[in-house]
Nanobody, 120 residues
Framework: VHLEESGGGSVQAGGSLRLSCVAYGYAYSSYCMGWFRQAPGKEREGVATFDSDGNTNYAEPVKGRFTISQDNAKDTLYLHMNSLKPEDTAKYYC???????????????WGQGTQVTVSS
């Protein structure tokens, strides 16, 4: 059972990226799926969550700019990021657990991360 992210890259401020997270080995639609990020020298923080009922939540810094979605047929979670800012620069991780929280320590399954760099 593991998660694999992709889609990171380098963009200029105002640009867009779409991150993907493929779940291998389990029916992730039964879990809470979350996107987290960690910038150098900072703690890992929650970005967005998608629970098993289809409810979504967003951290304040990304509200209105990022959208979390999933494609059950492809076992894939997405993070659509628009109007990117330099402060969005971080390594982005997807994670899965039975319930949604903003606390990384409560998630049991993590991907390896994908780097997003936004230049001004």
């Amino acid at each position: 059972v593991h998660l694999e992210e992709s889609g990171g890259g380098s963009v200029q401020a105002g640009g867009s990226l779409r991150l993907s997270c493929v779940a291998y080995g389990y029916a992730y639609s039964s879990y809470c799926m979350g996107w987290f990020r960690q910038a150098p020298g900072k703690e890992r923080e929650g970005v967005a969550t998608f629970d098993s009922d289809g409810n979504t939540n967003y951290a304040e810094p990304v509200k209105g700019r990022f959208t979390i979605s999933q494609d059950n047929a492809k076992d894939t979670l997405y993070l659509h990021m628009n109007s990117l800012k330099p402060e969005d620069t971080a390594k982005y991780y997807c994670a899965a657990d039975y319930r949604c929280t903003w606390y990384p320590s409560e998630y049991n399954t993590w991907g390896q991360g994908t780097q997003v760099t936004v230049s001004s």
